[in-house]
């Protein structure tokens, strides 16, 4: 039989420089109390950090917020930290965003936060509509080794 | 809230380490870019930036570095990385950044592979 325990909290945080390292720690801590590794600790932390930047940036929304809802998950098999990070900005599409992109390991300056959003987890879904803002939700998991 | 970098300089008789402690981001970049300039226009062509106190960079900070390795490049010197944590490691490779610096797992091996 699989049990579950579930952890959840809930920031809302103003965009001003450096405000990403918070909701990483946040997350961290979150994470090290349902016994993830450091590794997938610091995958997470990174991907929390460039979404967050990508809403600072480009969100262009009026409140100056940003609004991060995480779920941990304790079963069995091991555990699963669900993120949404949320601004009410003008949203984007995230298709045309990833045409731009070049190939994973072309050096290029700018344009990546998305690309390593994906890259550092394991599940990315991004809800955005034109005006209406943007959510993504993100899931890092950690089997148990059997 | 602020997450200041702090860059520490030891020369070589080769060239240059840079040691970085904490966030690299656009402003921790700056300041690694400010210092690693200063070293270029004093004739430094050989630099290694041991990252082993950095536990966090994101995606502007790394656009920084990228531009210090083209400027080192066109000087025809080099830069390396070494002591890097293995999510950082896979930043710099999605990043581009691995294609034109070498990256070591030690300051030893790198200072040695560098002749520095």
Known sequence: MTTTAERQMELTLPMVADIEIAAARAAGNLA???????????????????????????????????????????????SRIDVWITDHGRGFDPAEARSRRPAAGV??????????????????????????????????YEKKES | MTEELKVAVDRKPNGAVLYTKGY????????????????????????LLNLRDTKIVNSIGISILIEII????DKGGTIAFCCLTPVIHKTFQIMGLANYARIFDSEDAALKELGL
């Open chain 1, 32 to 78: 090290r109390e349902l016994g993830m590794s450091s590794e997938k600790i610091d995958e997470m932390t990174h991907a929390i950090i460039e979404a967050c930047i990508n809403a600072r940036e480009h969100s262009g929304c009026a409140d100056n917020r940003i609004y991060l809802r995480f779920v941990g998950t304790s079963q069995d098999d091991g």
């Open chain 1, 107 to 140: 050096s290029h300056k700018r344009g990546r936060g998305l690309q390593l959003i994906e890259a550092h987890m394991d599940e990315v879904s991004i809800s955005t509509s034109s005006g209406g803002g943007t959510t993504i939700h993100m899931v890092k």
């Open chain 2, 24 to 47: 690299i981001n656009n402003v921790g970049g700056e300041e690694i870019a400010n210092r690693a300039y200063e070293l270029m226009d004093a004739g430094v062509r050989t630099l």
């Open chain 2, 70 to 73: 083209e400027k080192m490049i």
